[in-house]
């Protein structure tokens, strides 16, 4: 068995896997949202089929795809290619940012309640909790309104993060995407993005939130991204 049936599988397996953590979270509802992840070394990733039920996936279910979204035959007599499903209609998106961000090693999208509602107000969320400046150095960025079907997601997703601290965008009037150095810290990005697009939000019914000033992001993120947990 070669190295890339190997990585392909192992792949599939985490793929799978980290969807069940968009339901644990309730990121999610019916077939939306999806988790993808780049096969390190080659011009391969791994997403979920399009239109399957949460509950019903398995690793062989997940597709295999090039970086512009076209499914590939497998190796060592293995066949990654199910005629009945299709890749997610997120997956021109997620290529686009793989051959355009070669650091980053997983995509998530989600359609989680809090983020997807100040996407749909088309309103950044502004770093106003520790919590911002650890995971997200700044602000969450908003990104511009595009349409399903190519790539135009992609491309307002790596415009906006390109020169972002932040592995979160909010496409306007659509939902959050998030990136990672691999599929499990991505899905952590969705994860914490919802989070803290709850509290900005509750903190706003309240009153105005307090900004934290910018040199203390920088140290706040630093620190985190540095020294915690070493």
């Given amino acids: 068995m070669s190295a890339l049936t190997v990585a392909v599988a192992e792949a599939r397996e985490t793929v799978c896997a980290l969807h069940a953590e968009l339901t644990r979270y ?128 992609g491309q307002g997703i790596v415009e906006t993060l390109r020169n972002s601290n932040s592995p979160a965008v909010l496409m306007q009037n659509h939902g959050p995407f998030t990136i990672g150095k691999d599929a499990r810290s991505a899905v952590k990005a969705a994860v914490m993005c919802e989070e803290v697009a709850r509290t900005v939000h509750i903190s706003r019914q309240l009153g105005t939130p307090l900004p934290i000033d910018t040199a203390d992001v920088a140290a706040l993120y630093d620190r985190y991204q540095n020294v915690y947990g070493n």
């Fill in 26 to 153: 309730q990121l999610v509802v019916w077939t939306a949202g999806n988790v993808s992840a780049r096969i390190p070394g080659h011009e391969l990733m791994v997403i979920k089929p399009s239109g399957v039920a949460y509950d019903d996936l398995t690793p062989e279910l997940m597709v295999v795809t090039d970086l512009f979204g076209t499914p590939v035959t497998g190796l060592d007599g293995e066949s990654w290619v199910n005629p009945e499903l299709s890749p997610s209609s997120d997956t021109a998106a997620h290529a686009y940012v793989y051959r355009h961000m070669p650091e980053v090693g997983g995509v998530v999208h989600t359609h989680s309640t809090y983020a997807t509602a100040w996407a749909a107000r088309g309103e950044a969320i502004p770093c106003v909790l520790t919590m911002m400046s650890d995971e997200f150095g700044g602000d969450i960025p908003l990104g511009p309104f595009a349409l399903i079907g190519d790539d135009s997601i």
